[in-house]
């Protein structure tokens, strides 16, 4: 594949505002336009996000672009007065990655490019210190041997340990030039035991460089990430290469990554980490603890005050919080790049409410700052401190919430387990990129060391997970960790509080958490932009009051089988089993007074909203003993030598109602129409609960949903018995109730056929799940076992069905029935009140079709709002596409 030649790919920091992010990638762009505002920059140029694809493809760098990179690199010498792999002025350059997206620490870089064996004296004179110049030689051979030539890191890590073990030194920066020499020496053996080297051209040093920070787009750990997060892979990586500016020149030097707020809770304050004599890798890589910005503050307090003033000019030119990694170079200040920094879901909801309350955003930018779906995190439990017992020891609280599970130190394993159900708490030293499948199947990371801005904390905000960093009582070796005198195996149960940094042996009690008043606000501009309605599914009173603190304008799913689990399903099977008409009525006599109970707590809770009751819908196998169970405890009876008349009596009634194929049999109206004892006392126990709340003074709004309606003759025959029941309480009891009848598109038939079934309902709500399940012909139970994870992972589906709506198949199903609907019956109300009303994508769609409310699980409301908000924000003239 060849780059169109007819434009430039390889950009001057100062030949471009910046503006086009998606071609300069998010580095690139965040560097060109700091650059144009002065900031202390080191200059350098950007080979665009065209070129990722060619190099991909071709598995090399054009040559033409190659002729850019080389006119750039001249242009670049001419302005620092320094030489790209000559003295007496040498020139060392870094290679990042920066896509438009950012994929903090997914990427490769490269740094100290031009640190050959011949430079290093040139490197030392310069440097006045021939310890920098053996360690910039030994960085550029673990860097490019990694990156480039694909060892390892684990074995380099073996020769830098015995090297310190020899020394008599605990950290790579006490190792003097003698010894890093002999470091460099050992890579360099190493490398050449597997046939590698490192070149000594310094230009096919930087060829192979840029060649590799493209391909690691392509990297596994890429891959996942884009997967888990929802990143296109088609929009590739910039690579920008740049002059290197040195934080180990001493004591005087340094290194560090800050954010202009706290990225844990948004607090507005300067936070991060500094490390002396290190380059900005090592603050990344969690390989040594830092020190804070008030440490920066002591040593260099001019520094410092410059930071501080390039921080707030940076967060008030782009209106975001910034994530900003710095180096000082004997005493002067550089910032390397800036992105929009990764924050938890409560530091989201706080900044985009201050912002706007400091009149730096408008309040529609405040609603689309904040992800809707990250808000379930902030129902994550805290520790409860009442009960909790000392901690073990103390790290760094790195991201907030609180987590158990048991420790596991691979992260293989991690993701193994974690796939049979687990819950897991991935421990390490420190994590890197490679690890990401660990971390993204782990409730929660610990690692011994690292800071607030290393690899294991960023990437744990951006993803949710509650995380413990710097963690250094914590010794690791292997797969045990020790602490004192207490040792934390695999497998041992733990708790971190991602928030204090303590760590729990055991499993410690957990409470709600305290409640963000910043969440109201945003949810209040959120209310006053939306026109989609948010309801909630709820089964009980504590649930439906959940749902309407949260929220929610009513609730648009009660499930009644939900209400006959318990202690109440022995009831139900004697309904259904019996032969006995007086032992039947006897328990459909129980049974109507405790759902008449239950459907009053409903309506109380949710006074004066709509409470959509559905009638009982699942097959009707799930209320019934199962036959296997049946048999064993007759197996038993038969050893022991006791009757077993009883049991094959009850197994005799069971598969009298067993099914080939329980999901299209017995169930939903069908069920109510053929056993019509139980929806009748369903409905006389809905009416009732409507007439006692009228009595107390209340404003009862029940509507009735008939389940699985496939033909309008089935929805015809249930309303007689509703109207039939309605007629008689008010006959009886001198009311005048009325109450909205309809149904649940969530058959196929039903949605093709719906201008015939809304002559007879008064409102639709489509069952989502179901009516996938159906259109896809698959079980979702089944499917997620046994192939939808291969479909996923090879894009034979772009997304999981049953999370995101298919817009395709079951979109089309949707809109044809939603103007069939509303062509037979213009005032028909229609919901949603499968999963995929509290999907932020799905929600887009079901705004466009003019639905006129979501129903969501009760944590999920506060989702919806927001979610229905930015989908407002967009426009309803931007409907998904059907194709």
């Known amino acids: 594949m060849t780059v169109p030649t007819s434009t430039r790919h390889v950009h001057a920091f100062d030949a471009t505002d910046g503006a086009d992010v998606d071609r300069l990638g998010g580095k690139g762009a965040g560097l060109a336009r700091m650059t144009s505002l002065g900031l202390p920059v080191p200059p350098g140029f950007t080979v665009d996000t065209g070129v990722c694809r060619a ?41 990042r990655s920066g896509a438009a997206v950012s994929m903090p620490g997914m990427m490769d870089t490269v740094l100290d490019l031009g640190a050959s064996r011949y430079l290093i004296d040139d490197l030392a004179v310069w440097a006045e210190d021939p310890h920098f110049a053996y360690d910039a030689r030994r960085r550029l051979l673990q860097m490019f041997g990694g990156v480039v030539l694909g060892v390892t890191d684990d074995r380099f890590q073996r020769i830098l340990k015995a090297t310190r073990a020899e020394a008599g030194v605990q950290s790579d920066t006490e190792l003097d030039a003698g010894h890093l020499a002999q470091v460099s020496e050992r890579f360099e053996a190493a490398l050449a035991a597997d046939d590698l080297v490192v070149p000594e051209d310094p230009l096919l040093q930087l060829r192979r460089a840029i060649t590799a920070v493209f391909a690691s787009w392509n990297t596994p750990r890429a891959i996942h990430y884009r997967k888990t997060n929802g990143i296109a892979d088609h929009h590739g990586t910039a690579a920008t290469v740049q002059m290197m500016v040195f934080g180990d020149l001493g004591a005087s030097s340094g290194t560090g990554v800050c954010f202009t707020r706290n990225p844990m809770t948004g607090e ?65 200040l550089f910032i390397l790049q800036t992105r929009v920094g990764k924050r938890s879901a409560a530091a989201a909801v706080r900044i985009a409410v201050e912002m706007a309350e400091e009149g730096l955003i408008t309040h529609e930018e405040a609603i689309r700052r904040v992800d809707p779906a990250s808000l379930e995190q902030l129902g994550r439990p ?34 193994a387990m974690a796939a049979e159900g687990r819950t897991i708490i ?102 006053e932009i939306r026109t989609l309605g948010v309801r909630a599914n709820a089964d009980s009173g504590p649930d439906a009051a959940r749902a309407r603190a949260a929220g929610a304008e009513g609730i648009g799913l009660a499930r009644t089988e939900h209400m006959f689990m318990g202690e109440r399903l022995g009831i139900v099977q004697r309904i259904i089993l019996t032969d006995d008409d007086d032992e039947r009525n006897a328990r459909l006599e129980e049974l109507r007074s405790t759902q008449t109970d239950d459907f009053e707590d409903l309506l109380r809770e949710m006074d004066g909203l709509p409470v959509i009751v559905r009638l009982l819908d699942p097959p009707l196998h799930e209320f019934l003993p199962s036959s296997i169970e049946i048999g064993r405890d007759m197996l038993e009876r038969v050893r022991s030598g006791e009757s077993t008349d009883d049991l094959e009596l009850l197994d005799r009634q069971v598969r009298r109602w067993s099914e080939e194929n329980p999901m299209l049999g017995l169930r939903g109206v069908r069920l109510g129409l053929v056993i019509a004892d139980i929806y009748r006392l369903q409905i006389e126990a809905a009416l009732e609960a409507v007439r006692r709340r009228v009595s107390a003074g209340g404003d009862p709004q029940l509507e009735i949903m008939i389940p699985l309606v496939s033909t309008s003759e089935e929805l015809v025959e249930m309303r007689r018995v509703v109207d039939a ?69 090879h894009g034979i589906l772009p997304k999981d069905p049953f999370r995101t709506l298919d817009i395709a198949g079951v979109g089309r199903l949707i809109q044809m029935a939603v103007g069939a609907g509303r062509g037979a019956k213009p005032n028909l109300a229609i919901g949603v009140c499968g999963e995929h009303g509290g999907d932020p994508d799905s929600i887009d769609f079901f705004l466009s079709q003019g639905l006129d409310y979501v129903s969501v699980s009760p944590p999920r409301v506060p989702v919806a709002r927001l979610a229905a908000a930015q989908a407002q924000l967009r426009s309803i003239a931007q409907k998904p596409s059907l194709s």
């Open 725 to 793: 029941e309605i007629e008689s309480i008010n006959r009886q009891h001198a009311t005048d109730i009325h109450v909205q009848v309809g149904t649940m598109i969530e058959l196929p038939r039903a949605a093709l056929t719906a201008d015939q079934i809304a002559a007879e309902a008064d409102f639709f709500s489509f069952g989502t799940n179901d009516l996938t399940q159906m259109t896809f012909g698959l079980s979702r139970d089944d499917a997620e076992g046994a192939f939808l994870g291969h479909y996923l992972e």
């Open 382 to 415: 805290a520790i409860d401190r009442a009960h909790a017992g000392d901690p073990l020891l103390a790290g760094i609280g790195a991201s907030p919430g609180a987590a158990q599970g048991i420790a596991v130190f691979d992260p293989d394993r991690a993701e």
């Open 426 to 527: 991935l421990v390490r030293e420190e994590t890197t990129p490679d690890d990401i499948h660990g971390m993204t199947a782990a409730a929660g990371i610990l690692t011994s060391q690292g800071g607030k801005t290393s690899h294991a904390a960023v990437v744990a905000r951006g993803m949710g997970r509650p995380a413990v960093t710097g963690a250094s009582a914590l010794e690791i070796e292997g797969s045990v960790a020790v602490s004192g005198d207490t040792e934390i195996n695999e497998g041992d149960e733990i708790t971190i509080d991602g928030s204090s940094g303590d760590v729990f042996v055991g499993l410690t009690p957990l409470v709600e958490p305290e409640p963000l008043p910043e969440l109201d606000r945003l949810l209040d501009w959120a209310d």
């Open 268 to 332: 507005k304050f300067a936070y991060g980490d500094y490390l002396p004599q290190a380059q900005g890798e090592d603050v990344v890589a969690g390989l040594r603890n830092t020190m804070s910005l008030d440490d920066l503050a002591a040593r260099h307090p001019t520094v410092h005050t410059q930071l501080t003033e390039i921080m707030d000019h940076l967060e008030h030119t782009t209106t975001d919080m910034c994530d900003i990694e710095f180096t000082v170079e004997r005493e002067q």
């Open 55 to 95: 190099v991909l493809d071709d598995g090399g760098l054009p040559d033409d672009i190659w002729e850019e990179v080389l006119a750039a690199l001249g242009d670049l010498e001419e302005r620092t007065g320094r030489t790209f792999g000559s003295g007496p002025a040498p020139l060392l350059l870094s290679v």
